[in-house]
């Protein structure tokens, strides 16, 4: 069984803060790397994608894969309530395109 | 911006009914996807869909499953005779292209009673 391991917190950082998030997979075949956010009640939000080794920012996302490690986090600085969500990390199924999903930290940014 | 959008939001269905779940994909994308989450629990692939065929499935994917596009805008998933354990929310999904990070919808809460 392939899986996709995150820790389901919560994670609690206050306002400003840098929110680190992490996740493992299984499956070395793996190719593409996701992170969606999801409110509670409502859908997956695509936030990074990452395909190589290495850090990519996108505003105050930084996303970090390690293929190696089986390794990729997400790191949000100046945390704001607003992104108070679940973070779910995505792989990869096998060499297709199907997504696995990890169940998602939950992370809490108090004011 | 573009969205994907999924009709009903919510459905009750008797066990041992058919139910047509609807999605109309962002109209430039040309894969597709149904995803379910059960309440509590992660997100799970069903299957994908390109050039008119399923492209990939997963085990949960089973005879009881249909998808279709009957026309140029619209995404089915056909369940022929629900079970308790179908109750869950079904998100469609789209994408431009494989390697792309997909677009969801609001997503169909079904509940089978």
């Known amino acids: 069984q392939k899986e996709v391991e995150q820790n389901s917190g919560p994670l609690s950082v206050p306002e400003g803060a840098i929110a680190s998030l992490n996740c493992t997979y299984s499956?070395?075949?793996?190719?593409?790397f996701f992170w969606y956010r999801q409110y509670s009640g409502k859908s997956p939000e695509l936030i990074m994608s990452?395909?190589?080794?290495g850090d990519k920012e996108d505003g105050r996302f930084t996303a970090q894969l390690n293929k190696a490690s089986q390794y990729v986090s997400l790191l949000i600085r100046d945390s704001q309530p607003s992104d108070s969500a679940t973070y779910l990390c995505a792989v990869t199924l096998d060499s297709g395109y199907a997504l696995n999903f990890g169940k998602g930290t939950s992370l809490l940014v108090t004011p | 911006e573009p969205e994907v959008t999924q009709t009903p939001s919510h459905q009750v269905t008797q066990m041992g009914q058919e139910v047509i779940l609807r999605c109309v994909p962002i109209s430039n994308h040309l894969y597709f996807y149904w995803y379910r989450q059960i309440l509590g629990q992660k997100v799970e692939f069903l299957v994908s869909f390109y050039n008119n065929e399923i492209s990939e499935k997963s085990e949960i994917f089973d005879d009881q499953f249909s998808v279709e596009r009957p026309d140029g805008s619209n995404f089915t998933l056909k369940i022929r005779s629900t079970k308790l354990e179908d109750s869950a929310m079904y998100f469609c999904?789209?994408?431009?292209?494989?390697?792309?990070?997909?677009?969801f919808g609001s997503g169909t809460r079904l509940t089978v009673v």
């Open positions: 990452i395909y190589s080794n």
């Open positions: 999904a789209s994408s431009e292209a494989q390697i792309y990070g997909y677009t």
């Open positions: 499956d070395r075949v793996s190719q593409s």
